[in-house]
């Protein structure tokens, strides 16, 4: 048999992380077993559903990676199809019409309250012969006895009664079918073997299968994941801080720094954090997920991703931080080597917007010290160490980071000072704030023209100093 999964969103949003963490594991179980992982846009509810959400569902999947081997398919372009399965049940009376007015259906919905029972359709209009041309919706004919039983890949055996559940509506008085039928006829004619999805739709499953079965087609197997809740225990949401996939993106993120983050999202393999794309495919499970929630914990999301910045290949993270240097309007084209400067700051940054904040002045001139550097470091006694450098560095032939450290080095002896007394000022001369990498890779990548002027711009700081002194 072949393995064939899905990811089936609604775009009716941004492709967030509950989302991306389904569409990972149902994306791994289909590689892990060198299967089929298909996409489909569940696109029925007209009003909610937009191109830009599946455009921004797309963005996402191709920015972490998880390609699809077929779609993506749209459920408006098969609504022809919905109603030739509707029309077949109808024809062997595993569905009927029914036309049972609003005020009925709450009047049932209002007694069954009162009596503290789950609000259930009837079954009236069961035996009704209805005018196909007058209103009306179709419902699904749910067996009445015995239970739908299942082997959910994730919380074990499930099985609920049949009286459980009601005839559902499977066309809508517009003649359009509804989100159920539409699952099962797609899940059927794409031939999915394994339905991996939120727990959201555990409800769902039971009546999913008495439609199978009705059509008399294989029933696929289901593993439904555990919800994600917030760091307060509340089902993830908005207020909880970013859950768009792509604004993790924006915000710096690695996508594979995200994957391992939502891999570890309720399923683990012995106490391992770090996990490559091919070592989750290798190690998945599904039998491994956990049954209780998950919660999304953000420190460890940017633990991951420094620990992803760290160890990745400086070519990969300068490709990955060349759009935020953009952001702030450098080009980095126009300075030293993206790549130079990403050697010089992968242990410093947790996020690739960080790395290109403490980037910047590398490509152009900050415009003000940072006051507390400023004011500790470009003190009058800092004139002459600075002013020694100054024409030690016009003078330098060879502009080399050793060369360099070996200046720095000879100007402190010749002061007879600690190195850091001449290191100290020089860089908040040319950075513009406390911290960089070490000094003599800093003088490298900055350049000697930009060092001068930099250097200056702290002479003249000192002396307005000493003015207002
Ligand atoms: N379209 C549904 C959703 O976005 C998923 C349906 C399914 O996976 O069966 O929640």
């Known amino acids: 048999m072949t393995i064939r999964t899905r990811f089936a969103p609604s775009p009716t949003g941004y492709l967030h992380v509950g989302g991306a963490r389904t569409a990972l594991f149902s994306w791994l179980f289909a590689r892990k077993h060198g299967g089929a992982f298909v996409l489909r846009i569940e696109d029925t509810d007209l009003e909610r559903s937009t191109a830009e959400s599946v455009n921004a569902i797309l963005e996402g999947m191709t920015w972490l990676g998880l390609e699809y081997d077929e779609g993506p398919f749209y459920q408006t372009k098969r609504f022809d199809r919905y109603n030739q399965v509707i029309d077949e049940l109808l024809a062997n009376g595993l569905a009927y019409r029914c036309d049972c007015s609003r005020d009925r259906l709450e009047q049932l919905r209002d007694e069954a309250m009162k009596n503290k029972q789950k609000p259930r359709y009837d079954g009236h209009c ?15 004919r749910n067996p009445d006895q015995g239970s739908v039983v299942f082997d959910d890949l994730v919380r074990g055996r499930i099985e609920i009664a049949n009286d459980e559940l009601d005839d559902l509506i499977i066309r809508r008085s ?3 079918p509804t989100y159920n039928l539409s699952v099962v006829v797609d899940d059927s004619d794409m031939e999915i073997t394994h339905v991996i999805r939120g727990d959201d739709h555990i409800n769902n499953t039971p009546r999913q299968i008495n439609i199978l079965k009705a059509m008399g087609k294989e029933i696929p197997r289901y593993g439904h994941l555990p919800m994600i809740l917030g760091d307060d225990g509340a089902r993830l949401s908005k207020r909880h801080g970013a859950v768009s996939v792509m604004q993790y993106m ?3 993120f690695l996508p594979e720094a995200l994957l391992n983050y939502l891999v570890r999202l309720g399923w683990s393999h012995g106490d391992q954090e770090i996990f490559s794309v091919d070592e989750m495919i290798q190690l ?14 953000t420190e460890k999301l940017l633990w991951l991703n420094q620990h992803y910045i760290k160890e990745s290949d400086p070519l990969h993270i300068a490709h990955l931080l060349s759009p935020h240097m953009g952001r702030l309007d450098i080009d980095p084209t126009t300075g030293p080597d993206l790549v130079e400067v990403v050697k010089a700051q992968q242990e410093r940054a947790q996020t690739l917007v960080e790395m290109a904040e403490i980037s910047a002045f590398f490509y152009k001139d900050f415009q003000e010290f940072d006051d507390n550097a400023a004011k500790k470091n470009l003190r009058p006694v800092a004139r002459e160490p600075l002013e020694v450098m100054r024409e030690a560095l016009a003078g330098l032939d060879e502009w080399t980071a050793e060369a360099l450290h070996q200046l720095v080095q000879d100007v402190a002896d010749k002061l007879e000072v600690k190195m850091g007394k001449v290191a100290q000022p020089l860089r908040v001369a040319v950075v513009g704030r406390a911290a960089s990498p070490g000094i003599d890779v800093t003088l490298h990548l900055v350049g000697r023209e930009a060092c001068l002027r930099r250097i200056d711009k702290a002479l003249e700081y000192i002396s307005l100093r000493e003015q207002s002194a």
């Not at 069961?126 to 699904?140: E, G, K, L, S």
């Not at 998945?284 to 914990?297: C, L, P």
């Open 174 to 176: 517009d003649g359009s």
């Open 284 to 297: 998945f499970e599904i039998e491994d997920v956990n049954k209780g929630a998950s919660s999304f914990n």
């Open 126 to 140: 069961r035996n009704h012969t209805i005018d196909p041309n007058a209103p009306h919706v179709v419902r699904f």
């Open 250 to 252: 924006e915000d710096g």
